[in-house]
């Protein structure tokens, strides 16, 4: 009974139970006790096996937990991964491979063999010579390399692969990155620095990338070249010490101040001066401009510099060529003027000649009076200042100049060109001039500017003259008037950054024949021209608008047929003080004493020049030639204080003379004069060092003051 309950229990898995004591030694007994002891190894084993389970259990969620981890990351990775059996087949991609590939997991695992996807050859050999390597255990094999892979397209993508052996097997796992974009750039940056590299070495620019204090980062080829010095002779050197600058300290400061400003955020540019590897100086157009980061600051400077000197020369070829143009202009206008000013030369003259005759017979009979004598003496002043002003004119149109700018008042120049128009245009041209202003002041050379005038001037006259059919009247009016620019002017100004420039205009109009409406835009085209060929070149129109552009103004023609033309210019007005009155002569003379020796070759100068300082209290010593004053100055007798030299002498010339005087005597004083000031022999004994020079023809004024001056060491000249 008992033995049957323990037993049903038992088999219900009750581990628990026991029977009760029995007797040691009967059969019952020993059974119950065995039964017992077999319950409690029992008991002992089942706890046992459910701690194993539980081990198992645990063990069995852990790698649960872990494949879920692992397969997320294998899915969810950023590289392609993949693991091949070791017959090369795909058994595992995740989901990176089939976007990459564009391939699915159905058609991939189990299907497809790697070697498919290798797009070249020679990846595939390496890709076994690495794998066998591996499998023998080599630890040299590449980490990770590139290679070449099939896309389900066929379009062939740039990869990066890194394999690894699952050990104790032949498996593969494979990490796979698409570096084809990152090659595209990388390939686009190679192009794009090519094409730098290109640009800035073929450039015939001199480049340059400097840091803020003007250490080299990097020189272009054609810079290099310049030098005549290798790229590592120049890289990291401050640019104001390298060759090309050491000719010139001053090039040297003046480059320093640029890359200081360049610096600070500022370009600059300027001309200068290189020294090329042949030793030769050249002219260069330079610049530093600075190059800012993002957030506004500068982060290096680009020294820029191009040679200008074939163009500079090419500029002075240019400029001598318009001068040259200019000049032969002003030959043909003072060739239009020539009959007219010989006309009223020749009236001047007579004037001269016919008082002289008048005087000289009053002398002869006895009958001059004091009266009468300073009338006659009067005309004959007035008729020479006359011829003097006609051939200063003539000097001043026909010289050859640099431009030389000056304040100068248009009212003055016009009145110039004025005088001489009405000493050789037909006498039956009536010219008007209209000063609407007490001074128009401009900045400007007065001679280009009396060209200009001059040019359409003449113009005008011969509208009125020969121009006319043979039937018409010869004559007219031309009316010059000058006055504001005032708005609604004919001409219109091109829009100016800040206020509107100020101008005066000079209004130059005719009666003549006019202009047709064909013609009238081709007035300024070079050699273009109305006239016969023998009456003009047709460059006079275009020097008078080539030179009132480099002056910066404007001018326009407005002209019809038969009515007619005008003329207007605009010239900007200059700014500053005014100009005070000049050139006005005071009656007063100046005395002194000492011995002056006068050198001229006309005995009618030397007589006027000797009759003069006698007047003036000086002692005049006269002599014909520059030989026999050298020898005065040598001898010292008598002792000369001043000598007044003329420069334009037969055998040797007043240049030469002074040269040798100062030879012997280096503090004498020395006057030069002539009757043309701009003659290149003067301006070279102005600059060698005389001490005064006076134009002639000169008056007891002129003189007395000049010689004056320059023994009382004043400045005069």
């Known amino acids: 009974m008992v033995v049957g309950s323990f037993k049903k229990k038992m088999g219900k898995g009750e581990l ?42 645990e063990t069995r969620d852990a790698l649960v937990k872990s494949e879920g981890k692992y397969r997320a990351l294998f899915e969810n990775s950023g590289s392609s991964l993949l693991m091949i059996d070791e017959n090369n087949t795909i058994s595992m991609v995740n989901r990176h491979f089939e976007l990459m590939t564009g391939y699915t997991r159905e058609e991939l695992e189990g299907k497809k063999t790697w070697i498919e996807f290798i797009a070249d050859k020679n990846d595939l050999v390496k890709m076994q010579e690495y794998h066998l390597r591996r499998l023998q255990g080599s630890t040299d094999v590449p980490a990770a390399y590139e290679f070449h892979l099939y896309a389900k397209d066929r379009t062939i993508l740039s990869c990066l692969i890194s394999v690894a052996i699952f050990p104790e097997t032949k498996q593969s ?46 020189m272009n080829q054609t810079a290099l070249d310049f030098s005549g010095f290798s790229r590592d002779k120049l890289i990291n050197h401050d640019i104001t010490e390298t060759p090309q600058w050491s000719h010139s300290q001053e090039e040297q400061k003046q480059l320093r101040s640029a890359i200081n400003t360049a610096a600070g955020g500022i370009s600059i540019r300027y001309e200068t001066t290189n020294l090329a590897g042949d030793g030769s100086i050249h002219d260069i157009d330079f610049s530093i401009k600075p190059v800012f980061d993002s957030s506004g600051k500068v982060m290096t400077l680009i020294a820029e510099g191009r040679d200008i000197t074939d163009r500079k020369l090419s500029d002075s070829k240019r400029i001598k060529l318009e001068e040259q143009l200019r000049q032969s202009q002003k030959m043909e206008s003072i060739g239009r003027l020539a009959g007219g000013i010989a006309h009223d030369f020749n ?29 006659m003496i009067m005309v004959i002043e007035k008729s020479a200042k006359r011829a003097a002003g006609i051939v200063n004119q003539m000097l001043s149109l026909s010289r050859k100049h640099q431009t030389d700018f000056n304040r100068i008042d248009l009212n003055r120049c016009v009145h110039n060109v004025v005088e001489l128009c009405r000493n050789s245009f037909d006498k039956g041209i009536e ?116 030179i009132i552009h480099e002056h910066n103004g404007y001018i326009t ?64 010593v006269s002599v014909d030639n520059g030989f026999t004053a050298i020898d005065i100055i040598r001898d010292s007798q008598p002792e000369i204080s001043l000598v007044l030299l003329d420069m334009a002498m037969p055998g040797i010339n007043g240049k030469e003379t002074f040269l040798e005087m100062k030879k012997i005597k280096p503090v004498i004083k020395v006057v030069l004069t002539s009757g043309f000031r701009h003659d290149l022999r003067v301006i070279e004994s102005i600059k060698s060092g005389v001490d005064g020079f006076i134009q002639k023809p000169y008056t007891i004024y002129n003189l007395s003051k000049t010689v004056h001056d320059v023994l009382n060491q004043t400045e005069s000249v």
Do not use: W
Request: with cysteine; glycine share 8%; charged share 20%.
């Open 16 to 57: 628990n139970v026991e029977i009760p004591g029995q007797s040691d030694t009967d059969e019952i007994g020993i059974l119950a006790r065995t039964l017992n002891l077999m319950r409690s190894q029992l008991q002992g084993l089942y706890s046992d096996m459910q701690s194993h389970v539980a081990e198992l259990t």
């Open 173 to 218: 796992f494979v990490s796979i990155m698409d570096i084809s974009k990152l090659r595209e750039v990388q390939n686009a940056l190679i192009l794009s620095e090519q094409r730098f590299t290109a640009v800035f070495n073929n450039s015939y620019q001199f480049i340059a990338l400097i840091d803020n204090t003007g250490k080299i980062i990097e």
């Open 347 to 375: 009236n001047v003259l007579g004037g001269i000649m016919g008082t002289v005759s008048v005087l000289k017979h009053k002398f002869e009979k006895g009958q001059v009076e004091t009266e009468y004598l300073k009338n």
């Open 431 to 546: 010219i008007i001039e209209h000063y609407n202003l007490p001074a128009a002041e401009v900045n400007a050379d007065a001679s280009q500017i009396e060209q200009v005038f001059l040019n359409i001037c003449i113009n005008a006259a011969h509208a009125m003259t020969i121009m006319r059919p043979d039937e018409a009247h010869i004559g007219g009016t031309l009316t010059v008037e000058i006055d504001n620019a005032a708005e609604g002017s004919s001409i219109i100004l091109p829009a100016h950054p800040g206020s509107q420039p100020e101008f005066f205009r000079i209004k130059i109009s005719d009666t003549g024949v006019g202009i047709d409406e064909e013609t009238l835009p081709l007035t300024f085209d070079p050699f273009y021209s109305t006239k016969d060929k023998e009456k003009g070149t047709g460059l006079g129109l275009t020097m008078a608008y080539s």
């Open 557 to 620: 023609v407005n002209s019809e047929k038969g009515s007619g033309t005008l003329f207007t210019i605009l010239l900007p007005v200059a700014s500053g003080e005014a100009i005070t009155d000049r050139g006005r002569e005071n009656s007063d003379i100046f005395y002194g004493t000492g011995n002056i020796l006068i050198v001229d070759d006309e005995e009618v100068m030397r007589n006027v020049a000797a009759t003069i300082l006698g007047e003036c209290g000086y002692v005049p």
